[in-house]
């Protein structure tokens, strides 16, 4: 890919400077700058330790020095990183530079920068010019912010992966098929008399059957790209006093939520992060579910459904030490036509399991149709396989993918569902024996559609969107 800036109406002359580093205190901070005049600037405003100017930056080299005032006035000790383009982040010219890291020295560095005539980079602009310079396609880009929201060891694998341009090159393929398809096809439209080498239909429907099959495996990949990047969410759900926030408390090994003998102690959802073998577990308590008059419980019982209807696994919680009460049964049912529509995976949990045990949990897994596993939050005895079977849960969501570079945004799902469906129309065509020029256009609608998925067809509103998630420095 070459240089998109022509296309895309941005300054890329300008240099562009930034913290990129946290604010805040820490052992080092990093103004970052890019552009034409990076180096310049840097020059302006270092000093050896000797004292006196340098002008003689090498590329990929690191200086001892100060950044000083106009007057000669020491800010900080730093070391600065010259980096010139095209082999840089952003193919411009980089300078990085390191200094201690506290939010004064760095808003004077930055400060002095910015008076030597640089910009304020906006949110994500140096993996903007990445972009647009051709170094990362927009499947990396997002790649970029991925990995450094990571939070979890699968997140910071997936998003890795798609940096290193694994997925893009998974599409790179799709797209290098397809082109090689609408060749033939627009050959055979352009040379009709011609002794080209033209790929019977059969052929043709035969290449395209396995493209759209690449295709399809990429959409399906999605639960699994999406758990990998946000998180699984697991929901907790029973009627009050079941041990719904205790289990919470007892998973995040914390006193997070408040926890009473009082039924209808919680009365909202409450979200809370934790990992659990590698994978990033949104793990949500929610309100207890019974029949009820008071206007905040009934509102919190509704939270609780809407919650189950969007997790990925869903705990039922039972009080095993009192026998299935109405209320229970009432809401185990449900949960068991939630798993059904929504494709959630259903655990029954019995809690309280250090009490005599009282609930027909023979009753409870014919209910839930779900395997059945013994707790208590109280002693802490059975969490290993609460453990466990949020593993195996997250396994069944994805049991129909072994990849490892899955699509992660529902923005990539769009896109591969809208090649497939010109993959398929084409196919009609074909096969109803319409003239190649509507198999073309079919075929040339999913190359765009694919060319809008990496980025190589532009479009600033998609590019505004992606940039903005980005912090200022990246
Ligand atoms: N013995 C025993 N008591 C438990 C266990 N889990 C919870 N409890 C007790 O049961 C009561 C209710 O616990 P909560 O965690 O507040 O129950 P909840 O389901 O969140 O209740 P609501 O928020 O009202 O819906 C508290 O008194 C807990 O100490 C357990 O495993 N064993
Ligand atoms: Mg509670």
Request: proline fraction near 3%; charged fraction near 25%; aromatic fraction near 4%.
């Amino acid at each position: 890919m070459g240089s998109k800036a022509a296309d895309y109406n941005i300054q890329q002359e300008e240099t562009i400077a930034a913290i990129s580093t946290p604010m805040g205190e820490g052992g080092i901070g990093v103004v970052r700058l890019s552009g034409k005049t990076a180096i310049d600037i840097l020059a302006r405003m270092f000093q050896n330790p000797a004292g006196g100017a340098r002008g003689d930056f090498e590329s990929r080299r690191v200086y001892y020095g100060f950044i000083v005032e106009e007057d000669g006035a020491k800010i900080d000790e730093v070391l600065a990183t010259v980096m010139r383009g095209p082999a840089t982040y952003t193919r411009e010219d980089v300078v990085e530079i390191s200094c201690h890291g506290g939010s004064a020295i760095l808003k004077k560095a930055l400060r002095r920068a910015l008076d030597l005539g640089a910009r304020m980079a906006q949110p994500g602009e140096f993996s903007k010019r990445a972009f647009l310079n051709g170094r990362i396609d927009l499947v990396q880009a997002e790649a970029v912010i991925d990995l450094i929201r990571s939070k979890s060891e699968r997140a910071w694998k997936t998003a890795f992966s798609q940096l290193d341009g694994k997925l893009s090159r998974k599409l790179n393929r799709i797209e290098d098929g397809l082109v090689n398809v609408l060749s033939q096809i627009e050959a055979s439209i352009d040379f009709p008399d011609e002794e080209l080498e033209i790929a019977e239909n059969g052929t043709l429907i035969e290449n395209l059957g396995n493209i759209k099959a690449k295709v399809t495996e990429m959409v399906n990949s999605y639960t699994m790209g999406r758990i990998f990047r946000e998180g699984v969410a697991v929901v907790i759900v029973g009627r009050p006093n079941v041990g719904k926030s205790s289990l919470m408390n007892a998973l995040l090994e914390k006193d997070r939520v408040i926890v009473t003998p009082i039924p209808g102690t919680t009365r909202d959802t409450i979200e809370e992060a934790l990992e659990i073998s590698g994978f990033a577990v949104r793990i949500i308590d929610t309100a207890g579910v019974r029949q009820t008059t008071d206007p905040a419980e009934l509102i919190g019982a509704e939270r609780a459904m809407e919650a189950a209807h969007e997790a990925d696994v869903v705990l039922a919680l039972i009080d095993a030490s009192v026998p299935l009460t109405a209320g229970d049964e009432e809401l185990l049912d449900r949960l068991a036509g939630l798993k059904a529509s929504t494709g959630a995976y259903l655990i029954a949990v019995a809690n309280k399991s250090d009490l005599p045990q009282q609930a027909d949990l023979n009753q409870l897994a014919a209910l839930t149709g779900a395997e059945v596993i013994h707790v208590s939050a109280l002693t802490g005895a059975g969490l290993g396989d609460i453990r466990r079977g949020i593993i195996r849960g997250i396994d069944s969501l994805g049991e129909t993918l072994s990849e490892s570079a899955p699509i992660t945004r529902e923005r990539h799902r769009e896109k591969l569902l809208a090649i497939s469906a010109s993959i398929d129309t084409a196919v009609e065509a074909l096969r109803g024996g319409l003239g190649r020029e509507y198999v073309a256009a079919d075929l040339r609608d999913a190359k765009e559609a694919m060319e809008e998925l990496t980025g190589k067809a532009l479009d600033a509103d998609v590019l505004n969107r992606i940039f903005n998630e980005f912090c200022i420095g990246k």
